[in-house]
């Protein structure tokens, strides 16, 4: 039969991550890197695309050497069982684990692409939408979706998901923007920016800022998701020295792993690379190519998976760790030694020290990366009384206020306007009995705040936010809250939010007049009643970003949570979690969850009202620093018995002479 160029094109694409043979193909890895098998499906099909569930289930879909779709497959650890028979459909191209539920696409040969949803509680799965496909890729517990519209160009479209979490089935698919060449793969980075590699024609890889992104949702129309002025790399030069003779046609799998962007390159009838792209701080380009490794086949999809880097070959699935080099290790310990044999020289303790960096040295497993996991956050979650006698000091001056509408499916319509923004300045002073000396933010309303002395990051909880919650009368964890997320800048410019979680169910809305446990929150503002602070520790915060220095924060910036969890009424419409942050190592799941809190609160109070901000940990005024360095050099003179002229003409020496070993 002919093909039309639509359905070559969807041959290329489905022949990329097509092996055509149960053997894997040859991988050979570069300087640095090591692969390992961590998995092997069956015999006769090639694994194509899988994914997790946050039961840590494995799911994938395989590929017959005919092309057609070999089945949807799940591995509980144990037993491997098909849970959706193959067709003569082309194979999955990607399978997403989001919410719970399974989503896969294929292809027929009269190019209808259908997105299928399996549900595991049910074992059913059901035809959810015939949107032009090639990729889905879960973000924030909704999917988007690159696919070519017709004989067209790329689209980027979006799905999120309804106030029951469903996907597809009541929720439209928006179109986001048309892009450039076939469709290739999506990729977000930390930070929520949004990565497009070209699957053929285009060998660029285009970025968009998480703003981008958002701008895109509210207003797919007006503010669509181009190319232009959006091109990250072009790394043709790089990767096809002969452009008579291209070695690699596109992009055809994606992720971003810290700063590091990894992307697949074939040119469908010849081996594949994996290679890699250097992130700048700021998020641009670093000039920092390398091929991570190399086939003698066409490769798979990449994913991450508990912190690791993987992908797939034939009908296995691989990790690829970053291994250090033996002699970037051997020069480390060298320094140690040295710094050890100075230091210890005199006490004769040099030969018993020596030998344990040598053991430490060979002790060392060169083969394997030497990875480090973040645990869960353990900061004190003790609201903190506004009569804390910790408290250093309280906000005092106001640098913006924007408050929300009351009704945000009207943001053009009333705003809140109880209060002054200056309510929010000094001391707690709202009461159950008293709970207006605050100021109400509306839907989706922020503020922020600045200090007399910045914040530092110290032991336990560094501030705290306080608003006018208040109990139920006689029943335990179900109080009258508004919740906020916080937000703290050091230079005024830059602002990083903390990391939060909500595990309130999602499947009912709380009502205007709900009550929320506040046991099941964790750094959302308002979580704490009238006269209480909820606590916040800088840790949570630590190594986000240069642009961050958490022991010297000027400013505090307080945000609305929109509780609504209908997100049919749009974006910008709900509020997410960040409950798949690396800080929480996985303790509550790999997806964020809608935060559920009283709507509609559709009157002049509404939204979270600020009642104040309290500082137990500031950075010391100069005049503290200069009068602890006094103290300093006063306890240096008693311990040398140095005089006071020697003292005050060199205090720098003396200190050097008062601390170092006696000979």
Known sequence: MKFTPLIRATLLAFALVSTLTSARADITTSTGYSASSIFTGGTSDAIVTYDWDSTGNLYYSTA???????GLYKYDGVTKTQVVAGSSDFPSQTVVAVGGNVYYNTSDESNTQKIFQYSPTGGTSALVSTTPNWGLYQHNGAIFITGAAGFGTNHIYYAGPDGNGNLFTTVPVVDLGEDSGSSGPLAFDSAGDLYYAPGFGDLSIYKWSASDVAAALANPTGASLSIAGHLWVSYGSDYNSDPNNPTFGGGTSMTVDGNQLFLTLTN???PSDLVSFGITNTGTYSDST??????SD??????????SLQISDGNQIFDIAAVPEPSSIFLLALGLAGLVYFRFRRAKRLAPVTALIVMFFFSINFSEAQTETLAPAQADVTPVAASDPAIQEWANSVISF???PVQITDPTGAKANFGTASNALGPSDATAGNPFPVVSLGDGGSITLSFAQPIANGPGTDFAVYENGFGETGVPNADFLELATVAVSSNGV??????SVSLTQTTTQVGGFGTLDPSLLYNLAGSALAGFGTPFNLDDLAGVSPLLNINDIT???ITDVIGNINTALGPGTYTYDDASNPIFNGAYGTTNNLINDPYPTNFNTGGFDLDAISVLNVVPEPSSIWYLGLGLIVLIAIRTKISTTQKIKNPVAALVRAWSPPR
């Open 64 to 70: 017959t050497p005919d092309f057609t779709f070999g």
């Open 494 to 499: 830059n602002f990083f939010t903390f990391p």
């Open 290 to 295: 390398s091929v991570v490794l190399q086939t």
């Open 402 to 404: 924007t408050p929300g």
């Open 298 to 307: 066409l490769i798979g999809e990449l994913n991450q998976h508990d912190g």
């Open 268 to 270: 469908f009838d010849g």
């Open 555 to 557: 400013q505090v910036r």
